[in-house]
């Protein structure tokens, strides 16, 4: 079966940088979306960034466009968050998400179809 296991978390100050991985495995098929989402207390879950793996599609939320950067990692797999310049509101707990569609920027697909990882925090001061 699917499994998504997130890394990386941890605290940080404004300004400052953390960079998330996430290892995927139990699915081969060729391309699906890969994407990281968030979420705070008391709020709804939303989507940060996502990519097709099998290349030449990447989306971005528009409160993190030019701060974070989504890429395949260097495991089969795998996709990382480089998250720069970071504030307050980056806050929250972070998940990695795998569609077994295209629609990679459908963030409300990922809440009826997607497989999840168990998240990992991230917290910004």
């Known amino acids: 079966h699917v499994q998504l296991v997130e890394s990386g978390g941890g605290s940080v100050q404004a300004g400052g940088s953390l960079r998330l991985s996430c290892a995927a495995s139990?699915?081969?098929?060729?391309?699906?979306?890969l994407g990281w989402f968030r979420q705070i207390p008391g709020k709804e879950r939303e989507g940060v960034a996502a990519l097709w793996t099998g290349g030449g599609k990447i989306v971005y939320a528009d409160a993190v466009k030019g701060r974070f950067t989504i890429s395949r990692g260097n495991a089969k797999n795998s996709v990382t968050l480089q998250m720069n310049n970071m504030n307050t509101e980056d806050t929250g707990m972070y998940y990695c998400?795998?569609?077994?569609?295209?629609?990679?920027?459908?963030?409300?697909?990922?809440?009826?179809?997607?497989?999840w990882g168990q998240g990992t925090q991230v917290t910004v001061s």
């Open positions: 998400a795998l569609l077994k569609f295209d629609d990679c920027g459908d963030w409300p697909l990922y809440e009826m179809k997607a497989y």
């Open positions: 139990g699915y081969s098929r060729n391309g699906y979306c």
